[in-house]
C-alpha cells in the first residue's frame, strides 16, 4: 500500500476537528478541546487554523530519527533485547515545567524540523536496520496523530509492530481510531494527584486515568507505565501508595511499572536529582500493594532491572543497561517452572548494539 496525503499549502489536513462559526475552529484531539480563531494554533502549537480549516503542520516532518533499545522507551515486557526505529516532531499538549526533552517538546519554530519522510522511508529505514518496529516519541504522538495512522497503518502491513510512548492525554473521540494499529505503549504518569496536573504539567489527572483504564480493559495494547519521581513533587508515602492500589486494583497487577529518576532540568533547574533511596522506596511500595513487575530507571544499579518470575521467584531476564539477557525463558514462559510471564518476548536479543543510532 502506497500512501499518498494531499497537502494543501504545504500543510496536512487535520483529523479530529469541528468549525465553530466565524471561521473559529475546535479541535478534540485531546481534552484541551482548544478553540482555534483564524490564523492561530493550538495549544500543542503544530495544530493550526488557516482560513477556517485546521492542519497538521508536522506532517511528514521530523527532528530526526534513531535506531534505540526498545528499552530506552521504556519497554521491558515488549521483545526485550530488540532495536526500534524512533522519531518524533516537535510541540505538546502538556505544559511540564520537568519536561526532560524540552529543547523539542518547547520550541515553536518549524526551523528544528530537519528531515522529511514519507511512512514508506520510515518503515524502509525500519527494516534496514533490523529494527522490531517503529517508536512514535521523544514529543508527544498524539499531537501529530495523523501522521502515526498512516505510518502505523503501513507498518504493521509489512509485518512491523508500532510503539506509542505517551503522556495519555488523549480525548476518548479520537483514541479509538489513533491507537487502530498501535501494538504497545508507555504512558507517562506524571503523579497521582489532580494538584500536581494542573501546576506542574497545565493539564489535568483523569482523562490520563480514563486512557489507561481504556487501554488495559478495551484494548490488546501491550501496556507499561512510567513515573518520574521527583522530590518534594510526587514521592510522598501517600502518593506512591495511592498510585500503586490505582494500578494493582484499576488496571492489572501485572502492568509493569517503571519508576524513573528526576534530574534538574527546563524550569526546575533548583530541584535537586532523586536520591537513590526515594526509587528503592517506591518500589518497595509498589510491590506491597501487589504490583508484580516493578522496575527502576535513570539510575546505574542493578536494582530494578531484572525480571523475575512471580510464581517460582527466579530471575527470567537479566538487564545491564541496555544489555538485555533472557537465559531463564523458554518463548514467553519461565523456564524453571513454566509460568506464562505478562508481555510478548518471542525474539531473540541482538548484541552487540549501541545505546542508539542517529539517522
Same mark, same amino acid.
Given at each position: 500500500?502506497?500512501?499518498?496525503?494531499?497537502?494543501?499549502?504545504?500543510?496536512?489536513?487535520?483529523?479530529?476537528?469541528?468549525? /465553530?462559526?466565524?471561521?473559529?475552529?475546535?479541535?478534540?484531539?485531546?481534552?484541551? +478541546?482548544?478553540?482555534?480563531?483564524?490564523? *492561530?494554533?493550538?495549544?500543542?502549537?503544530?495544530?493550526?487554523?488557516?482560513?477556517?480549516? /485546521?492542519? *497538521?503542520?508536522? +506532517?511528514?516532518?521530523?527532528?530526526?530519527?534513531?535506531?534505540?533499545?526498545?528499552?530506552?522507551?521504556?519497554?521491558?515486557?515488549?521483545?526485550?533485547?530488540?532495536?526500534?526505529? *524512533?522519531?518524533?516532531?516537535?510541540?505538546?499538549?502538556?505544559?511540564?515545567?520537568?519536561?526532560?526533552?524540552?529543547?523539542?517538546?518547547?520550541?515553536?519554530?518549524?526551523?528544528?524540523?530537519?528531515?522529511?519522510?514519507?511512512?514508506?522511508?520510515?518503515?524502509?529505514?525500519?527494516?534496514?536496520?533490523?529494527?522490531?518496529?517503529?517508536?512514535?516519541?521523544?514529543?508527544?504522538?498524539?499531537?501529530?496523530?495523523?501522521?502515526? $495512522?498512516?505510518?502505523?497503518?503501513?507498518?504493521?502491513?509489512?509485518?512491523?509492530?508500532?510503539?506509542?510512548?505517551?503522556?495519555?492525554?488523549?480525548?476518548?473521540?479520537?483514541?479509538?481510531?489513533?491507537?487502530?494499529?498501535?501494538?504497545?505503549?508507555?504512558?507517562?504518569?506524571?503523579?497521582?494527584?489532580?494538584?500536581?496536573?494542573?501546576?506542574?504539567?497545565?493539564?489535568?489527572?483523569?482523562?490520563?486515568?480514563?486512557?489507561?483504564?481504556?487501554?488495559?480493559?478495551?484494548?490488546?495494547?501491550?501496556?507499561?507505565?512510567?513515573?518520574?519521581?521527583?522530590?518534594?513533587?510526587?514521592?510522598?508515602?501517600?502518593?506512591?501508595?495511592? /498510585?500503586?492500589?490505582?494500578?494493582?486494583?484499576? /488496571?492489572?497487577?501485572?502492568?509493569?511499572?517503571?519508576?524513573?529518576?528526576?534530574?534538574?532540568?527546563?524550569? $526546575?533547574?533548583?530541584? @535537586?536529582?532523586?536520591?537513590?533511596?526515594?526509587?528503592?522506596?517506591?518500589?518497595?511500595?509498589?510491590?506491597?500493594?501487589?504490583?508484580?513487575?516493578?522496575?527502576?530507571?535513570?539510575?546505574?544499579?542493578?536494582?530494578?532491572?531484572?525480571?523475575?518470575?512471580?510464581?517460582?521467584?527466579? $530471575?527470567?531476564?537479566?538487564?545491564?543497561?541496555?544489555?538485555?539477557?533472557?537465559?531463564?525463558?523458554?518463548?514467553?514462559?519461565? *523456564?524453571?517452572?513454566?509460568?506464562?510471564?505478562?508481555?510478548?518476548?518471542?525474539?531473540?536479543?541482538?548484541?552487540?548494539?549501541?545505546?542508539?543510532?542517529? @539517522?
Amino acid at each position: 500500500m502506497k500512501i499518498v496525503k494531499q497537502k494543501e499549502n504545504g500543510y496536512c489536513p487535520a483529523r479530529w476537528w469541528r468549525p /465553530l462559526g466565524n471561521g473559529k475552529v475546535e479541535c478534540y484531539l485531546c481534552p484541551r +478541546y482548544c478553540r482555534i480563531p483564524v490564523g *492561530s494554533h493550538g495549544f500543542c502549537v503544530v495544530r493550526e487554523n488557516h482560513g477556517g480549516k /485546521l492542519y *497538521s503542520t508536522v +506532517y511528514e516532518r521530523t527532528t530526526g530519527l534513531a535506531v534505540d533499545p526498545i528499552e530506552k522507551k521504556p519497554l521491558y515486557h515488549f521483545y526485550p533485547g530488540t532495536q526500534i526505529l *524512533s522519531f518524533g516532531t516537535i510541540g505538546c499538549n502538556l505544559g511540564c515545567k520537568f519536561c526532560q526533552n524540552w529543547h523539542i517538546s518547547k520550541v515553536r519554530h518549524q526551523v528544528y524540523l530537519t528531515h522529511e519522510c514519507t511512512a514508506e522511508s520510515i518503515v524502509w529505514k525500519a527494516r534496514e536496520h533490523n529494527c522490531i518496529g517503529i517508536a512514535y516519541t521523544y514529543n508527544e504522538p498524539t499531537i501529530f496523530g495523523e501522521w502515526v $495512522m498512516d505510518v502505523a497503518r503501513l507498518a504493521r502491513e509489512r509485518g512491523l509492530k508500532n510503539v506509542l510512548v505517551t503522556n495519555g492525554y488523549v480525548s476518548p473521540n479520537a483514541r479509538r481510531e489513533l491507537y487502530r494499529d498501535i501494538d504497545a505503549v508507555n504512558v507517562d504518569l506524571k503523579a497521582f494527584t489532580e494538584a500536581f496536573y494542573r501546576k506542574l504539567t497545565l493539564s489535568r489527572l483523569d482523562p490520563v486515568l480514563d486512557t489507561l483504564r481504556w487501554l488495559v480493559h478495551e484494548t490488546d495494547v501491550w501496556v507499561e507505565i512510567t513515573t518520574l519521581i521527583i522530590p518534594g513533587k510526587n514521592d510522598s508515602e501517600r502518593e506512591l501508595d495511592g /498510585l500503586t492500589k490505582f494500578v494493582a486494583r484499576e /488496571l492489572n497487577p501485572d502492568v509493569p511499572v517503571h519508576f524513573t529518576a528526576f534530574h534538574p532540568d527546563f524550569k $526546575m533547574l533548583d530541584h @535537586l536529582p532523586t536520591p537513590v533511596e526515594t526509587l528503592f522506596r517506591a518500589r518497595d511500595i509498589a510491590r506491597r500493594n501487589g504490583l508484580n513487575y516493578v522496575y527502576t530507571g535513570n539510575i546505574f544499579t542493578s536494582v530494578g532491572q531484572k525480571t523475575v518470575c512471580r510464581h517460582c521467584g527466579k $530471575m527470567v531476564i537479566h538487564r545491564n543497561i541496555y544489555y538485555v539477557q533472557k537465559p531463564n525463558m523458554k518463548g514467553n514462559c519461565c *523456564s524453571f517452572c513454566g509460568y506464562r510471564i505478562p508481555g510478548h518476548f518471542g525474539r531473540e536479543p541482538v548484541h552487540p548494539r549501541k545505546q542508539s543510532i542517529i @539517522l
